[in-house]
């Protein structure tokens, strides 16, 4: 649905985004995470062709983003953190004049808005002046405006601030719906909200992309947990030397008869293939296998990690 390639960005000597490249297919959610001044509005601007980048291409839908800018734009919906609305005019007028402004016309046009009214549950202040409204409701008047024309790609930064929490559970699973039909980017500091909805991750740090990985391959860290009653690690590395993909052995704990460790496996090498092939070393070796699973990390300590390393590397 959208690719990116080489994407490199700078403001005079400083450079935001460096030589960035990712592919998104329809119907994912990705979550585009990272500090602030890590890169990731300048990929946002980027991606909506408000901001043209130095170098490097923006493919959406199959249209290149730099030959056609309005056909790219007519199928995007972008929500921006702070999203500029004119706070004299009433909800409705605001989005009927965001609906023109996307090329929406007569019945259509009529149709979109009371779709998305619905979808965001703003009826109730339809007629309300923009400056009346709680954050909250400013909010979500700005995720109308985003999914006005049933967008193939939804760019949202920050769509559940200032929601409380039931709004902030009914924002979730509008997003997952928009996601049955559109590829969703969705950028948070809110670890919570990546873990809820998306299927993605994106980590950019100091203007590179650090991580490009599926969710649940990277709660799992390509480690594995082995219980056994072997008598020591260094019967375990002997067990193990010939299995291929395992690169290092920590010991967790050793009690009544139980060792347990954790199992490093190398990144090239599939965690379920490797989890085979110990299986079947403790069983030829007529040893006990009490448990063999892989480490599950939360998505927090996994950025924790990305932004601790000295040195950026692509994690495959």
Do not use: W
């Amino acid at each position: 649905m959208i690719t990116t390639k080489n994407l490199t960005r700078a403001y005079g000597d400083f450079v935001a985004v460096r030589d960035v490249s990712f592919t998104i297919k329809a119907g994912e959610i990705a979550g585009l995470l990272g500090h602030n001044g890590a890169g990731k509005t300048t990929i946002m601007k980027m991606l909506s062709g408000y901001l043209e980048p130095n170098s490097g291409s923006v493919v959406v839908d199959g249209i290149d983003l730099a030959q056609d800018r309005s056909a790219v734009q007519a199928r995007l919906g972008y929500l921006p953190e702070n999203l500029p609305v004119y706070p004299e005019m009433s909800v409705g007028d605001y989005l009927d004049y965001m609906a023109c402004l996307k090329g929406l016309n007569g019945e259509i046009r009529t149709q979109e808005i009371r779709r998305v009214i619905q979808a965001t549950d703003i009826t109730a202040k339809l007629l309300a002046p923009i400056a009346t409204l709680s954050r909250g409701y400013k909010q979500r008047v700005g995720v109308a405006q985003a999914l006005l024309g049933q967008p193939k790609l939804l760019i949202l930064d920050e769509p559940t601030n200032g929601l409380d929490p039931t709004q902030t559970q009914q924002m979730r699973a509008l997003i997952k719906k928009i996601a049955e039909t559109a590829t969703v980017i969705l950028s948070t500091h809110i670890m919570q909200e990546v873990d809820a909805l998306c299927d993605r991750v994106l980590i950019m740090r100091n203007g590179v992309l650090a991580v490009d990985e599926q969710l649940t391959a990277l709660r799992s860290g390509h480690r594995l947990v082995l219980s056994t009653n072997l008598a020591s690690k260094d019967a375990v590395d002997r067990l193990l030397a010939s299995v291929s993909g395992v690169s290092e052995i920590d010991t967790l704990s050793f009690g009544e008869e139980k060792l347990r460790v954790q199992i490093h496996i190398a990144e090239d090498v599939a965690l379920s293939e490797a989890a085979a092939k110990i299986a079947q070393a403790v069983v030829d070796a007529g040893q006990m296998l009490f448990e063999l699973t892989p480490v599950q990390r939360d998505l927090e300590s996994v950025f924790r990690e990305v932004n601790e390393k000295e040195t950026l590397a692509h994690v495959a």
